[in-house]
C-alpha cells in the first residue's frame, strides 16, 4: 500500500470548513483513498472514501486531484465533536489497512 | 445490530498470565480484523480473517499470540504469558468486502502490571 503524509496537527474555528491534506504520491491506480477519524478512547470511525472521483456524503466530501498523489478531506462547518486524530490510508482491496500518525484536528470555540 | 462489540473493555493482567478477548463484528460482514494500538501511535494491523480463514499474519504477531473465528462469527484474540509490552489497546473492526470501510469496536484495553 502506497504511504501517506499528513501533517501533524490543524486547528478549526468551529463552523468553519475543516481542510485535512493528505499526499499519496505514490498511489497506483488500484488503491483507494479512506479517511477515518478517532475520537478519543473509542475505535476509529469511517468517514469516506474514493477513487478517482470526489465523493461527497453526509460527514464530508473527498476531493482527489486529477493525478490522484494528493487528496483533501473537507468538513464543511466543523463542530467541536469533529475533534479528532484523521487518518488517510491508500489501500487497494488486499484485506488491511495500513494506519499511520494522521492529523490532529483541534477545533476551537 | 449494534455494531461490533468487544469483551472486555477492560483488561488487568499480571505478567506472565494468559488472557483472551472476543470480538462479535456486525453480523452480515464476513471479513474481521484485529488491531493494536498503542497510546500516540496509530492502530497497528495484527491479522485478519475472511469468514473462517485466517489470510493475513502480521510479523508483529509472535507466537504468544493466536486469534481463531471458529465458525466464521465471533473471533478470540489470545495473548500467552503477556508482558509488559503488550499493553494496549487491541482493536476488532468488520468489513463485508473490505471495498467500503470498517466498522470498528471501542476496543479492549489491556494493562499487562
Known amino acids: 500500500d502506497a504511504k501517506t503524509t499528513q501533517p501533524t496537527s490543524m486547528d478549526c474555528a468551529e463552523g468553519r470548513a475543516a481542510n485535512l491534506p493528505c499526499n499519496h504520491s505514490t498511489i497506483s491506480g488500484n488503491e483507494y483513498v479512506y479517511w477515518y477519524r478517532q475520537i478519543h478512547s473509542q475505535g476509529p470511525q469511517y468517514i469516506i472514501h474514493g477513487l478517482k472521483n470526489n465523493e461527497t456524503n453526509e460527514m464530508a466530501s473527498l476531493i482527489i486531484t486529477e493525478d490522484r498523489k494528493s487528496s483533501t478531506l473537507i468538513l464543511p462547518h466543523a463542530t467541536l465533536r469533529d475533534t479528532a486524530v484523521y487518518y488517510c490510508i491508500a489501500s487497494s482491496n488486499t484485506g488491511k489497512l495500513i494506519f499511520g500518525q494522521g492529523t490532529t484536528l483541534q477545533v476551537k470555540p | 445490530d449494534t455494531g461490533v462489540s468487544q469483551d472486555p473493555r477492560h483488561k488487568i493482567t499480571k505478567r506472565g498470565q494468559n488472557v483472551t478477548f472476543r470480538c462479535d463484528p456486525i453480523s452480515e460482514h464476513n471479513r474481521l480484523y484485529w488491531y493494536r494500538q498503542t497510546l500516540g501511535q496509530g492502530p497497528e494491523f495484527l491479522t485478519y480473517?475472511?469468514?473462517?480463514?485466517?489470510?493475513?499474519k502480521s510479523r508483529l504477531l509472535s507466537d504468544r499470540f493466536s486469534a481463531e473465528r471458529p465458525k466464521g462469527s465471533f473471533s478470540t484474540l489470545e495473548i500467552q504469558r503477556t508482558e509488559q509490552g503488550d499493553s494496549a489497546m487491541y482493536l476488532c473492526?468488520?468489513?463485508?468486502?473490505?471495498?467500503?470501510?470498517?466498522?470498528f469496536g471501542s476496543g479492549t484495553r489491556l494493562t499487562v502490571v
Open positions: 473492526a468488520s468489513s463485508s468486502d473490505g471495498l467500503e470501510g470498517y466498522t
Open positions: 480473517f475472511q469468514n473462517e480463514a485466517q489470510l493475513e
